[in-house]
């Protein structure tokens, strides 16, 4: 299967065409949030304040990054448990975000918002955080700097690869792998 490359901000005909097991190539603005800064979000949200980007067509990376050495954009940039985020990621998917990037299983209501308000979810690869960071061109913090590694933070990227393991279908790649692998003999 070829490499599918996409450009952000994501429209729902790009997510509709994306099925889970799709390998791609992200290129264009994406955000990075974690934890601390998904709470921020919601609670902005929930007061009618302004967010720090435009969550339409957005594609949020769930990672925290190493410190950049000399000459470089950013440290290395391995993703984090995206079940962390669940609690917020509904009201975030309802609100405009279409796409996330990150590792590991996402709840049912994560899911389901996907589904409703069509979105989709990437995994990057764990422990690649050294390569992926080299398809980062540019990055700077845009809110809540004093959170450290959670700020929130606008990067550039070209061909940043990741494979789709929940579409907007209702297919889960690993929940469908692991009943696969279980038939085996």
Same mark, same amino acid.
């Given at each position: 299967?070829? @490499? +599918? %490359?996409?450009?952000?901000?994501?429209?729902?005909?790009?997510?509709?065409?994306?099925?889970?097991?799709?390998?791609?190539? @992200?290129?264009?603005?994406?955000?990075?949030? +974690?934890?601390?800064?998904?709470?921020?979000?919601?609670?902005?949200?929930?007061?009618?304040?302004?967010?720090?980007?435009?969550?339409?067509?957005?594609?949020?990376?769930?990672?925290?990054?190493?410190?950049?050495?000399?000459?470089?954009?950013?440290?290395?940039?391995?993703?984090?448990?995206?079940?962390?985020?669940?609690?917020?990621?509904?009201?975030?998917?309802?609100?405009?975000? %279409?796409?996330?990037?990150?590792?590991?299983? +996402?709840?049912?209501?994560?899911?389901?918002?996907?589904?409703?308000? %069509?979105?989709?979810?990437?995994?990057?690869?764990?422990?690649?955080?050294?390569?992926?960071? %080299?398809?980062?061109?540019?990055?700077?913090?845009?809110?809540?700097?004093?959170?450290?590694?959670?700020?929130?933070? +606008?990067?550039?990227?070209?061909?940043?690869?990741?494979?789709?393991?929940?579409?907007?279908?209702?297919?889960?790649?690993?929940?469908?792998?692991?009943?696969?692998?279980?038939?085996?003999?």
């Amino acid at each position: 299967m070829a @490499i +599918r %490359k996409i450009g952000t901000p994501l429209t729902d005909e790009v997510v509709e065409s994306l099925h889970a097991g799709d390998e791609v190539a @992200i290129s264009g603005v994406i955000y990075q949030a +974690r934890d601390a800064a998904h709470k921020r979000l919601v609670a902005l949200i929930e007061a009618g304040e302004e967010l720090p980007f435009d969550l339409a067509g957005a594609v949020v990376f769930y990672f925290g990054p190493s410190p950049a050495k000399p000459g470089a954009v950013i440290g290395s940039v391995s993703p984090t448990t995206s079940g962390r985020m669940d609690a917020y990621a509904p009201l975030l998917i309802q609100k405009g975000l %279409k796409g996330m990037i990150g590792k590991g299983l +996402r709840g049912d209501a994560v899911k389901q918002a996907m589904q409703q308000h %069509k979105a989709v979810y990437f995994a990057a690869t764990a422990g690649a955080g050294a390569l992926l960071a %080299k398809r980062i061109i540019s990055y700077q913090v845009i809110a809540w700097p004093e959170l450290g590694a959670e700020a929130v933070g +606008r990067l550039e990227v070209v061909d940043l690869p990741a494979v789709v393991v929940i579409d907007c279908h209702g297919e889960d790649l690993y929940a469908s792998r692991r009943a696969q692998y279980a038939k085996q003999p």
